[in-house]
C-alpha cells in the first residue's frame, strides 16, 4: 500500500514551461541559443513564450491545488539566477523562485527542486566547453550552494541533475541537443562530468548540514533479450553493464560496472576517472538520500555485430512505426518488443518493465526511490470543450499499479511524479506532443488552461492514496 505521506506529484522543467526566456535580467542558455538554429527543432518550436508559466504561476499551481497535489518538482534556470553562469546573482531570478515555493506552500504543496534541467547558461559553453570539461563541477556547485542558502529553509526535495545519460546521449552522440556533437570518447567524458558535479552538489549539501533530502534522476530503460539465444541474452547483459548500471553505478556505488568500463577502454572511449574522482564519488554514492528515476519505457535488446546497426535519430514527429533501429556495434541493438504496444512517438508503453525497474534498483542500491517523471506524449483534442484522454488514464493507472506491485515486493518508493501537469514544450516534439492533465491551446494568445479528463482521474487517485485504480 503506498504510504499516508506518498508524494503525489507533477514534474515540469524551467525551459519547458516559463518562457520569459528574456525577461528580467534572465541570461542567454545554450536553449535559448539551440532552437534558433534552423532545422534543430520541430518545425523551429521554442521556450521563448512555451506556457508562460513566469506570468502564469499562481493560476497553475492553484490548479495543481485542486487536483490535490502533494508535491510539484520543477527546475531552477540556472541564467535566471546567475545570468552569466557565475558571478552577481539575479535577484528577480531569486524572487521568481520564492514566489513558487511559497505559492506552493500555501496550498501545502511540497516543493522538489531541480538544480539544473539542460540548461546551461551558454557563457560557460563558450567559455570551456560546458559539460567536456571538469571546470563544470566548481561552477556548478557555486551555483547549487546559492540555491541552498537562498531555499533550503523551505525545499525539502532536492535533484541535483536531470537525466544526465539522455543530455550527454542526446547532446554528444547523437547531436540532437546542444552542443550537438557526435563523439563517444566526449560522452562518456560528460558523462562522469555530471557524475562529478552530483558528488560536490551533494557533499556541500551534507557537510553545510541542511536537513532535507538529495539526490539525482536518472532516465532508467529496464531490459529484455530479445529471444532465448545465448546471443541475445549477451546483448542485454551488455546493455545493463555500458547503459542501465553503467550510468546508475557511477552516481549510487561511485565506480562503474567493471565488464563495461573495459569494454569501453578497449575501444578507447572510457572517461578519465582519476583515485580523487573515486573517493568522492563513494563518498557522496553513500550520502545521496535517494535515487531519482524516470521511466517511459523499458528496452528489448538483440545481438548486434560489430559492423552492425548503430545508432540513429528518433521519432520526433509522431508518425507511428517511423523510427529505425538503433544500436552500439559490438554491443547490442534496440529492437520492437511484439508483445507490447506502442504510442505515436514510437516508445514502447510496458508498465511491467517500472515494477522490473524498481526492484533492481532497489536490490543493487538500497536507496529510496523517487518517480521523478513518468507518463504519455499524445495527440489530445479537443471535442465539446472537453479532452477525453482516456489512452492516458489508462497509461496513468497501469504504471501507478505498477508502482503497487513494487511497494508489495519492498521497494521503498517515496514519490510519484506524473509528466507533466499542464501540456509544456517537448524538446524535439514542439507543442504537438502533449503530456499534461491540463490542456493548453497553444494557438490562442492567452494559452487558456483546460482540464482534462485526466485530472480527474489523477485527482481521484490522491484523494483516495491510490486505493481508486487498484479496485479492480
Ligand atoms: C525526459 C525529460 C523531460 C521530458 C520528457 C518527455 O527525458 O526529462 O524534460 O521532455 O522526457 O520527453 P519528450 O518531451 O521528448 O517526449
Same mark, same amino acid.
Given at each position: 500500500?503506498?504510504?499516508?505521506?506518498?508524494?503525489?506529484?507533477?514534474?515540469?522543467?524551467? #525551459?519547458?514551461?516559463?518562457?520569459?526566456?528574456?525577461?528580467?535580467?534572465?541570461?542567454?542558455?545554450?536553449?535559448?541559443?539551440?532552437?534558433?538554429?534552423?532545422?534543430?527543432?520541430?518545425?523551429?518550436?521554442?521556450?521563448? *513564450?512555451?506556457?508562460?508559466? #513566469?506570468?502564469?504561476?499562481?493560476?497553475?499551481?492553484?490548479?495543481?491545488?485542486?487536483?490535490?497535489?502533494?508535491?510539484?518538482?520543477?527546475?531552477?534556470?540556472?541564467?535566471?539566477?546567475?545570468?552569466?553562469?557565475?558571478?552577481?546573482?539575479?535577484?528577480?531570478?531569486?524572487?521568481?523562485?520564492?514566489?513558487?515555493?511559497?505559492?506552493?506552500?500555501?496550498?501545502?504543496?511540497?516543493?522538489?527542486?531541480?538544480? !539544473?534541467?539542460?540548461?546551461?547558461?551558454?557563457?560557460?559553453?563558450?567559455?570551456?566547453?560546458?559539460?567536456?570539461?571538469?571546470? $563544470?563541477?566548481?561552477? &556548478?556547485?557555486?551555483?547549487?550552494?546559492?540555491? &541552498?542558502?537562498? =531555499?533550503?529553509?523551505?525545499?525539502?526535495?532536492?535533484? @541535483? $541533475?536531470?537525466?544526465?545519460?539522455?543530455?550527454?546521449?542526446?547532446?554528444?552522440?547523437?547531436?540532437?541537443?546542444?552542443?550537438?556533437?557526435?563523439?563517444?570518447?566526449?560522452?562518456?567524458?560528460?558523462?562522469?562530468?555530471?557524475?562529478?558535479?552530483?558528488?560536490?552538489? @551533494?557533499?556541500?549539501?551534507?557537510?553545510?548540514? !541542511?536537513?532535507?533530502?538529495?539526490?539525482?534522476?536518472?532516465? !532508467?530503460?529496464?531490459?529484455?533479450?530479445?529471444?532465448?539465444?545465448?546471443?541475445?541474452?549477451?546483448?542485454?547483459?551488455?546493455?545493463?553493464?555500458? @547503459? /542501465? +548500471? !553503467?550510468?546508475?553505478?557511477?552516481?549510487?556505488?561511485?565506480?562503474?560496472?567493471?565488464?563495461?568500463?573495459?569494454?569501453?577502454?578497449?575501444?578507447?572511449?572510457?572517461?578519465? @576517472?582519476?583515485?580523487?574522482?573515486?573517493?568522492?564519488?563513494?563518498?557522496?554514492?553513500?550520502?545521496?538520500?535517494?535515487?531519482? $528515476? %524516470?521511466?517511459?519505457?523499458? %528496452?528489448?535488446?538483440? +545481438?548486434?555485430?560489430?559492423?552492425?546497426?548503430?545508432?540513429?535519430? =528518433?521519432?520526433?514527429?509522431?508518425?507511428?512505426?517511423? /523510427?529505425?533501429?538503433?544500436?552500439?556495434?559490438?554491443?547490442?541493438?534496440?529492437?520492437?518488443?511484439?508483445?507490447?504496444?506502442?504510442?505515436?512517438?514510437?516508445?514502447?508503453?510496458?508498465?511491467?518493465?517500472?515494477?522490473? /525497474?524498481?526492484?533492481?534498483?532497489?536490490?543493487?542500491?538500497?536507496?529510496?526511490?523517487?518517480?521523478?517523471?513518468?507518463?504519455?506524449?499524445?495527440?489530445?483534442?479537443?471535442?465539446?470543450?472537453?479532452?477525453?484522454?482516456? #489512452?492516458? $488514464?489508462?497509461?496513468?493507472?497501469?504504471? *501507478?499499479?505498477?508502482?503497487?506491485?513494487?511497494?508489495?515486493?519492498?521497494?521503498?518508493?517515496?514519490?510519484?511524479?506524473?509528466?507533466?501537469?499542464?501540456?509544456?514544450?517537448?524538446?524535439?516534439?514542439? +507543442?504537438?506532443?502533449?503530456?499534461?492533465?491540463? #490542456?493548453?491551446?497553444?494557438?490562442?494568445?492567452?494559452?487558456?488552461?483546460?482540464?482534462?479528463?485526466?485530472?480527474?482521474?489523477?485527482?481521484?487517485?490522491?484523494?483516495?492514496?491510490?486505493?481508486?485504480?487498484?479496485?479492480?
Amino acid at each position: 500500500m503506498f504510504k499516508s505521506d506518498f508524494l503525489w506529484g507533477s514534474a515540469s522543467s524551467s #525551459y519547458q514551461v516559463e518562457g520569459a526566456f528574456n525577461v528580467d535580467g534572465k541570461g542567454v542558455s545554450i536553449w535559448d541559443e539551440w532552437v534558433r538554429i534552423p532545422g534543430k527543432t520541430f518545425k523551429g518550436t521554442n521556450g521563448d *513564450i512555451a506556457t508562460d508559466h #513566469y506570468h502564469r504561476y499562481k493560476e497553475d499551481i492553484a490548479l495543481m491545488a485542486e487536483q490535490g497535489l502533494k508535491t510539484y518538482r520543477f527546475s531552477l534556470s540556472w541564467t535566471r539566477i546567475l545570468p552569466q553562469g557565475h558571478g552577481k546573482v539575479n535577484e528577480k531570478g531569486i524572487e521568481f523562485y520564492n514566489n513558487i515555493i511559497n505559492e506552493c506552500l500555501k496550498y501545502g504543496i511540497e516543493p522538489m527542486v531541480t538544480i !539544473y534541467h539542460w540548461d546551461l547558461p551558454k557563457t560557460l559553453q563558450d567559455d570551456y566547453l560546458g559539460w567536456e570539461s571538469r571546470q $563544470i563541477v566548481e561552477d &556548478f556547485t557555486n551555483y547549487a550552494a546559492i540555491c &541552498f542558502e537562498r =531555499f533550503a529553509d523551505r525545499v525539502n526535495y532536492w535533484i @541535483v $541533475i536531470n537525466e544526465p545519460n539522455i543530455f550527454t546521449e542526446l547532446g554528444y552522440l547523437l547531436a540532437m541537443h546542444p552542443p550537438g556533437k557526435t563523439d563517444m570518447k566526449l560522452k562518456f567524458q560528460a558523462y562522469h562530468h555530471t557524475a562529478l558535479v552530483h558528488a560536490s552538489v @551533494v557533499k556541500l549539501f551534507k557537510e553545510k548540514g !541542511y536537513s532535507g533530502m538529495i539526490g539525482s534522476s536518472i532516465a !532508467y530503460s529496464n531490459g529484455y533479450p530479445a529471444s532465448d539465444t545465448l546471443e541475445d541474452i549477451e546483448a542485454c547483459r551488455r546493455y545493463y553493464e555500458t @547503459v /542501465s +548500471y !553503467y550510468n546508475m553505478d557511477i552516481y549510487s556505488k561511485g565506480e562503474y560496472p567493471e565488464w563495461g568500463f573495459n569494454y569501453l577502454k578497449e575501444m578507447g572511449v572510457a572517461p578519465e @576517472v582519476t583515485l580523487e574522482d573515486t573517493i568522492l564519488l563513494k563518498e557522496a554514492a553513500k550520502l545521496s538520500d535517494f535515487i531519482g $528515476i %524516470n521511466y517511459y519505457q523499458s %528496452n528489448t535488446l538483440a +545481438y548486434n555485430p560489430v559492423n552492425g546497426v548503430g545508432l540513429t535519430v =528518433f521519432n520526433t514527429t509522431g508518425e507511428k512505426g517511423s /523510427s529505425k533501429e538503433s544500436g552500439i556495434p559490438g554491443l547490442f541493438k534496440m529492437v520492437r518488443n511484439p508483445n507490447l504496444e506502442y504510442t505515436d512517438w514510437d516508445w514502447v508503453i510496458d508498465p511491467q518493465g517500472l515494477t522490473q /525497474s524498481l526492484i533492481e534498483i532497489t536490490n543493487r542500491y538500497q536507496k529510496p526511490l523517487i518517480i521523478s517523471e513518468n507518463g504519455l506524449g499524445a495527440f489530445d483534442k479537443v471535442e465539446d470543450g472537453r479532452v477525453h484522454d482516456d #489512452y492516458r $488514464i489508462d497509461y496513468l493507472a497501469k504504471h *501507478i499499479k505498477a508502482c503497487h506491485d513494487a511497494l508489495e515486493e519492498g521497494v521503498n518508493l517515496l514519490a510519484y511524479c506524473a509528466w507533466s501537469f499542464t501540456d509544456i514544450l517537448s524538446w524535439l516534439n514542439g +507543442y504537438q506532443k502533449r503530456y499534461g492533465f491540463v #490542456y493548453i491551446d497553444f494557438e490562442d494568445d492567452n494559452l487558456p488552461r483546460l482540464k482534462k479528463d485526466s485530472f480527474l482521474f489523477y485527482q481521484e487517485v490522491i484523494e483516495t492514496n491510490g486505493r481508486s485504480i487498484l479496485k479492480d
